[in-house]
């Protein structure tokens, strides 16, 4: 355990003032050297300030970007901006506009996949020939054939194109990211994505942070955490995060036990009665009675007629305490006496019923502090006082973002949440609260017009269910995990075995399957079996090096967009503004026009259908007409859901980047409106697990990897950067201010000889892959465990220099295996790996 005070974390901030801050000194420094040039040059600055939204990363924070003489040089904060300011990621920004390393021209494979040669080709060229084979192989094998992946880059537009190229197939990065996180919110409260829930950090007191790194998150997380001076953070994590902005204590744990770890406080929690009864008995279903089959009493189960989804609790508003309809009874008890455990049943026969709370004092018993110390490697008093502190402060403990570790991150996500629920602190100030409603449409919807079913845009258009094609046939990845959010390695599966079914087409959009999915060699063996491969990006990602065509985009400065800010409780929207034209020497289109032109020139009835003209095949007369048209419908169907006036709504926009339709509210849910779950509250038993054969309770279980025991074998983890995307890792700054090393704890150097410096290389036990990197010897990082930094190091595209820094260190999804969790689909990205020292 590691307990740093303020003045102890502000020189701590010293050390990662280019981390966390890194739009300070580095771009001051090179906006004062072009202010300098100037100055020689004796010409004026041409300064103008531009608010938009960044791309850098999928948390689309708000900034304002400095331009000068046409060209970004630099980016702030927006004052008021309910989420905004520059992480490392966004204050890169100013490298990636005119970097070498843009793609230029639409590019074809002339090599084998792999070898990275290309030549360039005109725009008809590429769309025509992609358009011919995507043809073919929709005739051949159906449009489920075709799969889309992307990350948030586009991501409003992506129900478009599953209509425009008639496939179910549009599998994310989320398997790979929170993906275990939205299950576990999903049969807690019925609510799946990770931003709809998020910690109030502005007036909580207390925040425990499992495995969660809060500097990464967007800058209104960021910013909301600085200011609250009362706030206290304690962050349990096999490695200190940057955390530089407030009192806080790094607890150091063995990877993959959060889960035990939680449940020791849950324990603590219940057996010293510190949790809030009334919440747990109005608002969960805590007193819900189980039979020992684990499923719910109902009133089905004890007279003829009753209703199934009738939950029963024992109400003590009687007496003797009765069976009651959980929505009515006023006093559900969450402790049964001995005689009213059995319940007779409409047949005759009797059964021994327990409550949901009940059950849940069992699971976490098997974890008192002694036993959990042993499994987590944190000392029991530690965790004594942690729970002690939790409660005390009604405490609010996040609910996560980046989940995808160790393979069982599904029910420690689900023991936070319910950590949340013992304490009471559920949309209420200082807790875990839900967003929110932000009233933005989607981009496409399907509705019933005069009798017939339709795919309706926001612009107007509609497709008839009979071009629907293979729209709405079983998602790849959801035939094998049906509650997952994505499982990209089913969709590996499908390409190298036809299983569940083939995919031959892969659309890859601003994102990277090498950098981010598990076992890059299982990548690497899919992309040559496609018939097609087809990459949609700015910069050479790996995945380049595999394409039959790399096409140009266009950066976010380049291009309008409007959609809600993704990371406030607030519902708010904000717009990104198209500042300047791509330079010169890039030709590059929005991928919203490419994917439309290519359908066009191969299923040209699909994208009329949808709105598409062959005018727009001129990129000019897209952006004038089309895109002009698809913004003002966005803001005119923005205007009716919230009941104001569209000049109204189009003036805040254009004056101040952004809108605020209406603050947070707390209170609201589960108090005055029901939750989207099967009983309508917070589940701390969920009857959603129950139904689809998952244990409705949280527990313990052992990573989807081998553990280390050898002397020389350590469990390798990975994280989040502040600085780190796939794109920023390749600007300038990231040669200094990403660290490409493994970390190692000094204690394990110190016994097997290596130094800082030192070059080692790494196996991964369950893959015998290796490679090598250099370590860094830190106390930052527990023992037993080596660190490295998520898509920041070990790039191998040909299309990058030799000698680029990118190419230093490793990237962990070469060493890791290829092991989705069971049930959620999630990935594992932890693993093991022996250790060797090179030099």
């Not at 948030?152 to 478009?160: E, F, K, Q, T, V």
């Not at 497709?463 to 969709?491: C, G, I, L």
């Not at 410096?757 to 527990?782: C, F, N, P, Q, Y």
Request: net charge neutral; aromatic share 8%.
């Amino acid at each position: 355990m590691v307990s740093l005070t303020r003045r102890d974390f502000v020189k701590l901030a010293g050390a990662f003032a280019g981390l966390a801050l890194v739009g300070g000194a580095a771009y001051a420094a090179r906006t004062q050297v072009q202010r300098m040039a100037l100055a020689q040059k004796k010409e004026p600055l041409e300064l103008q300030y531009v608010r938009t939204f960044c791309s850098m990363c999928g948390a689309l924070c708000g900034i304002e970007v400095v331009l000068n003489g046409g060209k970004p040089i630099a980016v702030r904060a927006i004052d008021g901006q309910p989420q905004t300011g520059a992480c490392g990621r966004g204050a890169s920004l100013p490298w990636l506009y005119d970097n070498p390393l843009r793609l230029r021209k639409p590019l074809k494979r002339v090599g084998e996949k792999g070898e990275g040669k290309f030549v360039e080709v005109d725009w008809d060229t590429a769309l025509n020939e992609i358009a011919a084979k995507l043809k073919a192989i929709v005739e051949k094998h159906g449009f489920k054939s075709i799969a889309i992946t992307h990350h948030d880059i586009w991501s409003g537009y992506m129900g478009l194109f599953q209509y425009l190229f008639g496939t179910p197939n549009r599998v994310d990065h989320s398997g790979s990211c929170f993906g275990h996180g939205t299950v576990a919110r999903r049969h807690t409260f019925g609510i799946e994505h990770h931003r709809f829930v998020d910690p109030d950090y502005d007036n909580a007191n207390y925040v425990l942070a499992v495995g969660r790194t809060i500097s990464t998150a967007s800058m209104g997380v960021v910013n909301r955490v600085m200011r609250n001076e009362n706030l206290r953070i304690v962050v349990v994590d096999p490695r200190a995060p940057e955390i530089a902005f407030t009192s806080a204590e790094w607890i150091p744990i063995i990877p993959g036990t959060d889960a035990a770890f939680l449940l020791s406080l849950i324990h603590i929690i219940i057996s010293e009665r510190l949790y809030d009864e009334e919440f747990l008995m109005r608002f969960t279903n805590a007193p819900f009675l189980i039979k020992p089959d684990g499923r719910p009493l109902v009133e089905a189960d004890i007279r003829e007629g009753g209703g199934t989804t009738v939950y029963l609790v024992m109400d003590a508003a009687a007496t003797p305490p009765s069976l009651a309809d959980h929505r009515r009874a006023t006093r559900p008890l969450l402790l049964l006496p001995e005689e009213r455990r059995e319940v007779t049943l409409k047949d005759g026969s009797s059964v021994r019923v327990k409550t949901a709370f009940e059950l849940l004092a069992e699971r976490a018993a098997k974890y008192p502090p002694a036993e959990a110390s042993k499994i987590t490697g944190i000392p029991k008093d530690t965790i004594v006082r942690i729970a002690r502190e939790f409660a005390a402060y009604r405490g609010v403990a996040d609910d996560t973002w980046y989940a995808a570790k160790n393979g069982n991150e599904y029910d420690v996500v689900r023991a936070l949440l319910i950590l949340n629920a013992l304490v009471g602190n559920i949309d209420r100030r200082g807790g875990l609260v839900f967003r929110e409603d932000q009233g933005f449409p989607s981009f496409v919807t399907e509705r019933t017009v005069e009798g017939r079913r339709v795919a309706e845009t926001v612009y107007g258009a509609r497709m008839p269910e009979a071009m629907f094609a293979d729209r709405h046939a079983p998602r790849v990845d959801r035939v094998k995990y049906p509650e997952n959010t994505s499982t990209f390695d089913v969709v590996f599966d499908a390409i190298l075995k036809g299983d569940p079914y083939p995919i031959k087409a892969l659309f890859l959009i601003g994102s990277s399957p090498m950098a981010r999915e598990m076992k890059t060699s299982k990548v690497i063996e899919a992309y040559k079996n496609l018939e097609l491969l087809v990459v949609i990006d700015v910069l050479p990602q790996d995945d380049v090096d595999y394409a039959d065509y790399v096409l140009p985009d266009t950066i976010f400065l380049e291009r309008d967009e409007t959609t809600d800010i993704k990371w406030s409780l607030h519902a708010a929207t904000h717009v990104q503004k198209k500042m300047l034209d791509p330079p010169p020497d890039v030709d590059a289109r929005d991928a919203l026009w490419i994917m439309f032109e290519i359908a066009r020139r191969a299923f040209p009835e699909r994208a009329y259908a949808l709105g598409w003209k062959d005018e727009y095949a001129d990129h000019k007369r897209y952006r004038e007409e089309f895109m002009k048209s698809f913004e003002e419908a966005v803001k005119s169907r923005l205007a009716s859901n919230w009941r104001m006036d569209v000049a109204v709504v189009r003036r805040e926009l254009d004056e101040k980047g952004y809108i605020m339709f209406k603050p947070k509210e707390f209170g609201v849910r589960p108090y005055r409106t029901a939750l989207p779950t099967p009983s309508g509250k917070v589940e701390i038993y969920s009857l959603r697990a129950v139904t689809v054969g998952m244990d409705p309770l949280p527990d313990q279980r052992p990573p989807l990897y081998t553990l280390p025991k050898a002397p020389n074998e350590f469990y390798l983890v990975n994280g989040k950067s502040p600085n780190v995307s796939v794109h920023a890792a390749l600007m300038e700054p990231m040669k200094y201010l990403i660290e490409r090393s493994v970390w190692m704890n000094p204690k394990d150097a110190e016994r097997l000889g290596i130094k800082d410096g030192d070059l080692i290389e790494l196996e991964g036990i369950d893959t015998g892959v290796k490679r090598r990197a250099r370590v860094k010897v830190t106390e930052r990082v527990r023992e037993g465990v080596l660190f490295t930094y998520a898509q920041s190091a070990g790039r191998t595209s040909k299309l990058l220099p030799p000698d680029h820094f990118a190419r230093e260190g490793i990237n962990p999804h070469h060493l890791n295996d290829a092991r989705p969790a069971p049930g959620t689909g999630g990935n594992t990205h932890n693993t093991s790996v022996r250790v060797r020292k090179v030099m």
